[in-house]
């Protein structure tokens, strides 16, 4: 079977949907759950957002088999990335606030009060700088 570009794409929005459902269960059913219930229903959570990505770079590859690239092609790229560096900005911004906020996550996992506090800060300071 081989697939196109949008049925990967498609495939890895739906296996990462899943690994996101999957996790909200695990959570919502912590209780009832046993450890070792609790680790395979990870270990699958984990293995689906895995094969979404694996999913991902196989789509990219697709996309990339599917289009006769020319330096035209190639220009109106280029141009249209220069258009988009206001979303990229944004992205970075979403970046900077995910860094921020696993390294709060780690902080209080590893309970030191100092590293809680400065990743505190940090994830407010990623929150609030401005988007320019």
């Known amino acids: 079977m081989k697939l196109t570009s949008e049925e990967a794409f498609e495939l ?18 912590w209780k009832e759950l046993s450890p070792a219930q609790r680790r395979t229903t990870e270990d699958a959570e984990w293995s689906l957002l895995n094969a979404s990505s694996d999913m991902i770079t196989s789509a990219v590859g697709i996309v990339l088999d599917e289009t006769e690239t020319s330096f035209q092609k190639l220009q109106g790229s280029t ?7 206001q979303t990229l900005k944004t992205v970075r911004k979403v970046i900077n606030i995910a860094t921020a906020a696993v390294g709060l996550a780690a902080a209080i996992i590893s309970r030191d009060p100092g590293a809680i506090a400065k990743n505190a800060k940090g994830l407010f300071s990623a929150a609030t700088e401005d988007d320019t």
Not at 21 to 28: D, H, I, P, T, V
Not at 79 to 85: G, L, T
């Open 79 to 85: 141009n249209k990335a220069k258009r988009a560096i």
């Open 12 to 29: 890895s929005r739906r296996f990462r949907e899943l690994s996101v459902e999957l996790g909200n269960f695990r959570f919502s059913k």
